[in-house]
């Protein structure tokens, strides 16, 4: 039997039992049930803004007064309502009870509940303005086209030096979510293997392991398997949150181009990062034979995440910073922050092929260096086995 | 044929195994004896490759052994082990499978076995779930299930009840019938000599006995003597004479070459003799005397 289907065999078992797993099924169902209700919730409030804003016209209203405002809205992207109110007390208990959002009486008042929305005095006063005046302009002998073009506002251009292109709004929230989800997989799926490589020293099927397989397959199979598990997970949460979005209206953004690479950047640095914690998480965990003992050992591949993780959400507001410049490039921290700054657009293309050469190289000594410490600590039980001791019992 | 050749290991300051050999042929059973700390299961290890030997050999049938050997063999370790939250059956054909079994040729091997213990109906039970006894049935199963040529047991009858101790005797015997070579190593040595038709006994790292069972105790250098005068034990007070307090009757052990006559005119002149057996030492006297430093 070749080696490589002995650790297909190893990886298969990792993943099936993980996967059928009630803490496993149970998580995810929660998570995902969540990540599927969030969409349509928000989307469902967020809808309310859809409804027209109601304008009430009440006693003597000048002719043309609603004419005016219907068009004049389009100019204002609004979308109005008129409303015919009796008399000044109707138009009072209307704006009381919310029933319009400002009442015109006799065309020489404005009623408001509260406060005054600019955007409505300006509609209101300046369809009043064109009514009454065109009418008065009419009377004068002017054509329609004439008095038009008397009345008709200078168009003058409104432009925001600051804004954010909402697009690239999208894909930096997105990306951001992304940084999240990467280091909350990481996280968990590498304490999965060192869970896993306890739960194997602690029940002693260790030895009937080895005498069928290396601790290297022993090795390899258990990160590829809970690894696999990983990326599927990873890939229902992202597949699932994107589905949820659907359902909130974010006008001029495409969910599509701002989602789909960040879902596949996502699986592309989760496979990276993984592996490079992977091993470590297994190193750290075969020096423990009791789950009771895991909690200590695993803060040392928690405590270099942990600064990658901070470094991410720094480079989320600000990509070009010293910090997270520096710590996209360093092998720890790569998988966190590069994404980020690549989302941003602030990553120059030869940043990225350094980190990714770099995480990759140093992935490779993890994985050798894991491995050996591995293979020396695992037939070791009792107390915590020293990273030394480890080091040169795998020579025995 | 299973040969350990001069096996050394040191862990540091402390000697595992100086020297340690034996020899056991296909379809028999040896028992492999030693004080605790003697060598035994990092002799174990050994074969398996668990451990790497300082000096010496391993060979199965003539050759080196390496990965490819090792899946036809079957390890039950000392420190039992398996997944406690996996279901009987799914673990065992994936210990098969390790070992290099199709999945149906497994699966059948693997209800073999559930049936030959009773637990055809339990194998779908997480292991955590069963009893005690029937756990050590699943992890000897786990050994068994992929057909291994050469079966090494680290003691494989402790914790099992008077009944289980038979029934796992019986189907070592019928294994090694089929041309299944077996070592275990036990400290029950009536057990031993029961089953067993080599031994190897092992001290402070060096086998200081092995061979066929009644070789070794027929080549013994030493004899045991039980008397039964008026209903008593006698024993001689005689130099050269190791007395034996059981178990069974109080006996003693002397050099095969003892004047058996004067043993026997002695005792009859203390009372009547119903009982004088001069024959080979037993297994735990062989024991008793490789051991003693």
Known sequence: MRPWAQVLLLAKREFIERATGKPFLVTMGLILTAILAVGPIVGAVSGGEEEATKIGLAGDVPAGVEAELTTRAQAFEMWIETVPLADRSGAERAVTDGDVAVALVDGSEMLFKATASPRLVALVQSSVDAAVKGAALADMGLTPAESDAVLTPIPIAITTVDEQDPQEEAQRVAAFLGAIMLYISILMFGQFVAMGTVEEKQNRVVEVLLSRVRPWQVLVGKVAGIGLLGLVQLALLAGAAYVSVQFIDLPDVDIAAAGVPVIVSLVFWFVLGYTFYAFLYAAVGSTVSRQEDLQGAIMIPIAIIMPGYILALVAAENPDAIGPVVASWLPPWVPFVMPVRLAAGSAQPWEVVLAVVGTVIGAVVLVWLGSRIYAGALLRTGGKVKYREAWRAAAE | ?293
């Open chain 2, 1 to 293: 044929m299973l040969e350990l050749v001069d096996l050394s290991k040191r862990f540091g300051g402390v000697v595992a195994l100086d020297g340690a050999g034996f020899t056991v042929d296909r379809g028999r059973i040896l028992g492999f004896l030693g004080p605790n700390g003697a060598g035994k299961t990092t002799a174990m290890r050994v074969v398996f490759g668990l451990l790497r030997p300082d000096g010496g050999t391993v060979r199965w049938n003539g050759g080196e052994v390496g990965p490819a050997e090792r899946l036809r063999f079957g390890y039950m370790p000392e420190e039992r082990g398996l997944y406690p939250k996996m279901k009987v059956r799914s673990q065992l054909v994936h210990f098969a499978r390790l070992s290099g079994m199709s999945a149906s040729d497994a699966a059948d091997a693997v209800s073999h076995w559930l049936g030959m213990f009773g637990l055809t109906d339990r194998g779908d039970a997480k292991l955590e779930d069963l009893s005690h006894g029937n756990q050590q049935r699943i992890q000897l199963a786990a050994a068994l299930a992929h057909k291994p040529e050469l079966l090494i047991l680290d003691e494989p009858f402790a914790g099992l009840d008077p009944i289980g101790v038979e029934s796992l005797a019986e189907n070592l015997r019928s294994l090694a019938d089929e041309g299944v070579t077996i070592v275990f190593s036990s400290h029950q040595l009536d057990l031993v000599e029961d089953v067993c038709e080599d031994v190897a006994i092992i001290n402070e790292g060096r086998v200081v006995v092995a061979g066929d069972l009644d070789d070794v105790r027929n080549r013994s250098a030493k004899r045991r003597l039980t008397v039964d005068v008026d209903g008593r034990p006698w024993i001689p007070d005689w130099p050269g004479v190791e007395v034996v307090d059981g178990p069974g009757p109080d006996h003693c052990i002397v050099d095969d070459d003892a004047p058996i006559e004067a043993f026997l005119t002695a005792a009859s002149a203390v009372g009547t003799v119903n009982r004088f057996l001069f024959e080979p030492p037993r297994l735990t006297d062989l024991f008793r005397e490789a051991v003693k430093t």
